[in-house]
């Protein structure tokens, strides 16, 4: 649907321009006029003054918060952080993310692409996803371009590339550069993330998350403590996504470019402040903890391979071909009947009906929702699904449904068997739904997940 602000917005162009966007409209459920918010306005730091431009998003936010719509699609990154100060947290959407959130409403998840680290040199400067890099870094005074810092650097010095899919067709690509040097007057232990690239042809379907998670996971298996990368001061859209990721604006810091510089710690400095559970987990995650309560969430083989295909015992049997993608942020939907779930907390997710049940994978909760109207779960649950609609309507149609937002923390190496947690305390008998882990069990975790690298 489209607001009456957005009507009046695009009906502002010249009168033979206006006549088209017209006809355009006329496909389009438009809504009718709602009153101002001047609530919002005042939350979301509209300007006293309204102009033409403010007062149609002052509409279109108006609108939305009647609750006509379930989510505010906009590439208008200003309208997104006012309409976010107003509460509207995830369901203000960019279009990529709003492609992003419909995509597994509607079918099965795709299949995600292999990762793999290959050398710089390997990957032919023809392949197509080059042509926008080469149009985001034009030759300057100084620059020689992107094919010849790419010749020069990234082939000639042999750099590592972390991919997605092929090295002569990469779907997403990120080069990495240890530095030693002290650069932006950071410690030693720093990894640059060069370029950080997905296809666009493949906008919108989790592979940014999926490849950096690759880039942290290869940061700590070579100890490096440190990640930070160059951006532009207008990528709004990247700043945002970023900063979703515990990526932080280093104060004073640019490139010769007028690049801004963003930082993100693996672990907390010694004179850190420390965070809630869940505060750490943005800043210092994936493969970084606080373990204060947990939860082991028993998962049947079926569900266990769709929402968490890494963790599958047998995907190295065929390398190259199974999927390896996990979204850091993610969402479980069950029928469990419990109120102890709450943001911060750990799940121990068990994989159980194929053999003997372990635990494979840890993460972190963000949110839960418990409900059985379908459309407040599938708006919860937003981008996070690998549900479709039509199996979360099925699910609520048996009652209460119990949906948990959480963050990926990590995936064991070595799964702990039902037989190993029991004799430490984590958990008792076979667990058949979510079951707290015991104080004694906790102070194992703590260890477990503070030795893994």
């Given amino acids: 649907m489209l607001s009456h602000g957005t009507r ?6 010249k009168p033979g321009r206006r006549e088209r966007r017209r006809r355009q409209l006329d496909k389009y459920n438009v809504l009718d006029q709602v009153p ?7 939350q979301g730091e509209f300007p006293t003054v309204l102009n033409d431009n403010t007062r149609a998003d002052l509409e279109v936010l108006s609108t939305f918060l009647t609750g006509a719509a379930d989510w505010l699609i906009t590439n208008d990154a200003t309208l997104r952080r006012r309409a976010k100060r107003c509460g509207a947290g995830e369901m203000v959407l960019s279009l990529d993310e709003a492609l992003d959130t419909l995509h597994p409403l509607i079918s099965l998840p795709s299949t995600l692409p292999a990762v793999d680290t290959v050398q710089g040199y390997t990957i032919p400067l023809s392949a197509p996803i080059f042509e926008t890099l080469r149009a985001s870094y034009p030759p300057a005074p100084g620059d020689p371009g992107f094919d010849r810092w790419w010749h020069d650097k990234v082939a000639g010095q042999h750099r590592d590339v972390i991919i997605l899919g092929s090295s002569k067709n990469p779907e997403g690509l990120a080069v990495l550069k240890p530095e030693d040097d002290h650069p932006h007057g950071l410690p030693v232990g720093v990894l640059k993330i060069c370029t950080f690239k997905v296809s666009d042809d493949f906008q919108g379907t989790k592979r940014g998350e999926l490849l950096l998670k690759a880039v942290i996971d290869y940061a700590r298996r070579n100890d490096r403590e440190h990640l930070y990368v160059e951006v532009m001061p207008d990528a709004v859209a990247l700043l945002g996504w970023l900063d979703d990721f515990g ?3 280093l104060a004073a810091a640019n490139t010769s470019r007028g690049e801004m510089v963003l930082v993100k710690d693996l672990s907390p ?3 850190a402040t420390p965070l809630s559970p869940l505060e750490h987990s943005i800043t210092y995650g994936p493969g970084s903890v606080v373990v204060e309560r947990a ?4 998962i049947k083989a079926g569900w266990h391979h769709r929402l968490l295909p890494e963790a599958d015992r047998q995907q190295d049997l065929f390398p190259g071909v199974d999927p390896c993608g996990n979204a850091i942020r993610k969402a479980y939907l069950c029928r469990a009947n419990t109120g102890l779930v709450q943001p911060g907390n750990l799940l121990l997710f068990l994989r159980t009906g194929s053999g003997e049940a ?10 839960i929702l418990r409900g ?3 459309d407040a779960v599938v708006r919860f649950v937003g981008s ?5 609609a039509a199996e979360i309507a099925e699910q609520c149609s048996h009652g209460p449904v119990l949906a948990i937002r959480f963050r990926l923390d990590r995936v064991l190496a070595e799964p702990w068997t039902a037989e190993t947690v029991r004799s430490h305390n984590v958990m008792n008998g076979t667990a058949q739904t979510i079951a707290r882990v015991p104080k004694e069990g906790v102070l194992w975790l703590r260890k477990q997940l503070a030795e893994w690298r």
């Fill in 372 to 374: 059985e109207e379908p």
């Fill in 295 to 298: 939860h082991v969430v028993p």
């Fill in 358 to 367: 372990h635990i494979t994978s840890v993460g972190v909760v963000e949110n």
């Fill in 8 to 13: 009046s917005d695009l009906l502002r162009a």
């Fill in 384 to 388: 996070r699904t690998v549900y479709t």
């Fill in 269 to 271: 400095q010694p004179s």
């Fill in 36 to 42: 101002l918010n001047m609530d919002a306005a005042r």
């Fill in 247 to 249: 990526f932080k604006a």
